[in-house]
């Protein structure tokens, strides 16, 4: 009981500087605050974003505003097809002077890393954030070194029917804890826009509203969000529906499953909540697991798609009551 109040009112603090992150970043994007506190949620889950949309709709910008927002260290990387694994990960190099080989590290050593356009980059160097994502270190030349905590990962791409674009393989889609998109804002929105970014770029004057020490006290906070029994099993439930769905040849990982129970944890405590609930789960489970299904080529041909099939299976596995 004690730790529960203890828990109560460290959300309670959480709420606080969770919306003031928000509002900064919203200072700058307008019309798009679901996408913004979804990229939030991802962030204090300790997973990381992709943001799939058209060109010119803010993705980079999302992404810029989240690592400005925050007092850490951020690094950008623009993939281009001649981007190699080296200026990812970094690269052992001889220093003349010394006599020795020194690591020199790559872009992906900090906080947030601002991945743009990741598609765009060759299946071989898009495999180089594989280990940085999953175990958060790097292998260089049999050396392991650690990344900075905290550490996420967002990237944009464009739709991979796009010319120029590779798409990305189902080990790293899996390794993203949502996909989101940010779609066109709305007429008010488009007109606020206009006039806000009309003479100067708004993002050049963002300032950091938290630091890295409460962006990991806000983690800690989530990891103690309860979660019912109950609710455990939910996400099993779904899994299993997923891996025996007559429309998916690749269902939810365990991995999937682990990622449902931190964002739900994270987006109950961002609304000032100590527990979670079956709507936290309904609400994220399409940016948390539309990209990692995949269709049998029947159900492609037929013209169904992830989004329609989850839809489906969400309305078919029983939710939890809490009556027993």
Request: proline share 6%.
């Amino acid at each position: 009981m004690v730790k529960q109040r203890a828990v109560a009112r460290g959300t309670a603090t959480f709420g606080r500087a969770f919306e003031s992150v928000a509002q900064n970043i919203e200072s700058v994007i307008q019309g798009n605050a679901e996408a913004i506190r979804l990229a939030l949620v991802c962030l204090i889950a300790e997973g990381h974003l992709l943001i799939e949309d058209v060109p010119g709709v803010g993705k980079t910008t999302l992404a810029k505003a989240l690592a400005l927002s925050l007092n850490c260290e951020w690094h950008r990387i623009q993939f281009t097809p001649d981007l190699l694994p080296s200026d990812v990960t970094g690269v052992t190099v001889y220093n003349r002077n010394k006599s020795t080989f020194e690591f020199r590290p790559g872009g992906v050593f900090a906080n947030v890393v601002l991945g743009d356009e990741i598609n765009r980059a060759s299946p071989k160097t898009q495999s180089s954030l594989l280990e940085a994502m999953e175990e958060r270190q790097v292998t260089v030349d049999a050396t392991t070194y650690r990344l900075p905590n905290p550490f996420m990962v967002i990237a944009t791409q464009n739709p991979i029917e796009h010319e120029g674009t590779y798409p990305l393989p189902d080990s790293q889609l899996d390794r993203f804890l949502m996909r989101i998109a940010m779609g066109y804002p709305d007429r008010d929105a488009e007109i606020t826009m206009l006039d806000t970014h009309g003479g100067f770029n708004p993002i050049d004057d963002l300032g950091a509203v938290a630091s890295a020490a409460d962006i990991q006290r806000m983690v800690d906070i989530a990891r103690e969000v309860h979660m019912a029994p109950s609710l455990k099993g939910y996400i099993v439930d779904i899994a299993e529906a997923t891996r025996e769905h007559s429309g998916l040849a690749l269902g939810m990982s365990p991995r999937a499953s682990l990622s449902m129970q931190r964002v739900a944890r994270a987006r109950a405590a961002s609304l000032g909540r100590d527990y979670v609930v079956p709507d936290d789960l309904k609400e994220l489970a399409k940016p948390v697991l539309e990209h990692r299904l995949t269709l049998t080529p029947e159900a492609a041909l037929a013209g169904s798609d992830t989004g329609e099939v989850l839809d489906d299976i969400l309305a078919r596995v029983p939710v939890p009551t809490g009556r027993g």
